[in-house]
């Protein structure tokens, strides 16, 4: 196996100690050549025979092929393309389809609100007498009853780090006879997962995070094998026909993952994805799992013996949280603000949450201990008072 980290790998600027790989991740030095191939050699010289000389056609599906064993899933099993909000949609409204007498959709206050926002206009649309409930996060498995069509939920929560059983929570809406949809965008790459063994229905997660594929990078939607010929595609695009140029006016679902295919898949941001995915070879995720905790132990060990005015905000059991690490400040965002100026990135999520988060790929001990020294500085001198650090902009 591969020894961490891999910094040769990655493009991280001079000056700059990049602990926000939980909401975009670097460059992969790998990416820029192969989006020249896509660009010159690929469309420049073939045009639209790239389709099938470049392989372009089978490109989603043999991307999904590679983000399989990351998550714990078979070959054939899933799907790269659109946005994660479009794969939580397909994903949804594919589980509705199979309890149809059902009319509860559950999640959890902690959701990320995108996915909540899915779930209420799709209910909206289902004709009628669905509506989403939420729980507490740690009440979840107990508030699953025999109303409840479909569970919606993000295994690891986007503020604190908060994990939920993925297991546990699958076992327990499958025994009430709900299917369960697991979304893994704070997960993929960041924590070993093992879908086929929880059984579970459906995930979705994104890219551009944990698996470095590029802002705005394609989505993945998972189907467990046996339930792929019963998924209905709710958006019916001709890229998920059986056989897309026979251009018949009827449509007939692909008989495998292929279905969940929407529409012509972007080429170019799929190339850089598929390119990314390199850094993962020999990647052993246990390793990588116990490298993300040992980092993101010694930052929190750090930080609250320099650092006393921030408070922990996620949980503090390793095993319970993924590979980020928050804490709450009251002027949270001016203090992320100072920080990045100084060369420490991070982010913020109201009201008052600043996050780090912890890639083993191309962080090591020394990056977060020299983290930490910048942070104790802004922190004791107060640098987050500076006025310069007082507008929200409006990406945080």
């Known amino acids: 196996m591969t020894k961490l980290p891999k910094k040769e790998l990655f493009h991280i600027p001079d000056g700059v100690l990049y602990l926000d790989g939980n909401s975009l991740g670097p460059l992969p030095r790998s990416v820029p050549g192969r989006v020249a191939e896509v660009l010159q050699a690929e469309w420049g010289e073939q045009l639209i ?39 939580v949609w397909q994903a949804l409204a594919a589980a509705l389809k199979l309890r149809p007498e059902r009319r ?111 802002p705005g990078a394609p989505a993945f939607i998972y189907i467990r094998p046996d339930l792929i010929s019963e998924a209905e595609p709710a958006l019916a695009g001709w890229m998920g026909h059986a056989d897309p140029f026979e251009m018949a006016t009827d449509y007939r679902p692909a008989p495998s993952i292929e279905r969940m295919r929407v529409g012509t898949p972007p080429i170019v941001q799929m190339a850089m994805l598929d390119a990314a995915l390199d850094a993962w070879q020999g990647v052993d995720l246990t390793e990588l799992r116990a490298a993300s905790i040992r980092l993101s132990e010694l930052f929190i060990a750090e930080v609250e013996k320099r650092c006393p005015q921030l408070e922990l905000f996620s949980p503090r059991d390793p095993d319970s949280r993924g590979s980020q690490v928050s804490f709450r400040f009251e002027a949270g965002y001016q203090a992320m603000q100072a920080l990045v100026a ?9 009201p008052d949450v600043m996050r780090f ?40």
Not at 375 to 393: F, I, N, S
Request: glycine share 12%; with cysteine; hydrophobic share 45%.
């Open 342 to 350: 100084k060369g420490v990135i991070g982010d913020f999520r109201p």
């Open 104 to 214: 509860v959709i559950l999640s959890d206050t902690g959701n990320f609100p995108s996915d909540l926002y899915m779930a209420n206009a799709l209910a909206g649309l289902a004709g009628g007498g669905r509506e989403v409930k939420l729980a507490a996060p740690e009440e979840v498995a107990a508030a699953i009853s025999d109303e409840v069509a479909a569970v919606l939920l993000t295994e690891v929560d986007y503020r604190t780090g908060r994990r939920h059983d993925m297991f546990e929570i699958t076992k327990a809406a499958q025994a009430a006879g709900a299917v369960m949809i697991w979304d893994l965008a704070h997960s993929a790459g960041a924590v070993p997962l093992d879908l086929a063994g929880s059984g579970c229905e459906f995930a979705v997660g994104c890219t551009y995070k944990y698996l470095n594929g590029g």
């Open 357 to 396: 988060g912890f890639t083993p790929l191309y962080l090591d001990e020394g990056d977060i201990l020299a983290a930490v020294a910048i942070l104790e500085e802004v922190m004791t001198d107060e640098l987050w008072r500076d006025p310069a650090y007082q507008t929200r902009a409006r990406v945080t």
């Open 49 to 87: 025979r790239a389709w099938n000389k470049a392989g372009w056609m089978a490109l989603p599906g043999r991307v999904g092929d590679r983000i399989a064993p990351l998550i714990g899933a078979s070959p054939g099993s899933v799907m790269a393309g659109d946005t994660l909000s479009i794969k």
